[in-house]
């Protein structure tokens, strides 16, 4: 068992920065590759980033790429979402979501932490 806590989520203004963090306990923590999905209301949940178990590689969604950067520090079992230009349409709840293989797909992954609500408004 993975267990993620995400941290950082908050209300913030179009072309605003938010950090998000995702504490992780349990197993290992550098045998999972991380990623963050989103859901907003009356949507499904969709991809947003990932990263491999050392951080060598990463994956963004399109409507994210050159705004968002995912990063991970094995030794404090975290993972990172540092979220630049924020718009409106980022307005969400954020999920990190643990794997033990890289994917784009929530289907793919195997843990899911509880969510951080990121508000952006215009």
């Known amino acids: 068992q993975v267990q993620l806590v995400e941290s950082g989520g908050g209300l913030v203004q179009a072309g605003g920065s938010l950090r998000l963090s995702c504490a992780a306990s349990?197993?290992?923590?550098?045998?999972?590759?991380m990623g963050w999905f989103r859901q907003a209301p009356g949507k499904e949940r969709e991809f947003v980033a990932a990263i491999s178990w050392t951080g060598g590689n990463t994956y963004y969604a399109d409507s994210v790429k050159g705004r968002f950067t995912i990063s991970r520090d094995n030794a404090k079992n975290t993972v990172y979402l540092q979220m630049n230009s924020l718009k409106p349409e980022d307005t969400a709840v954020y999920y990190c979501?643990?794997?033990?293989?890289?994917?784009?797909?929530?289907?793919?992954?195997?843990?899911w932490g509880q969510g951080t609500q990121v508000t952006v408004s215009s």
């Open positions: 979501a643990a794997s033990g293989r890289v994917g784009v797909g929530a289907d793919e992954y195997d843990y």
């Open positions: 349990g197993r290992t923590f550098s045998d999972y590759a």
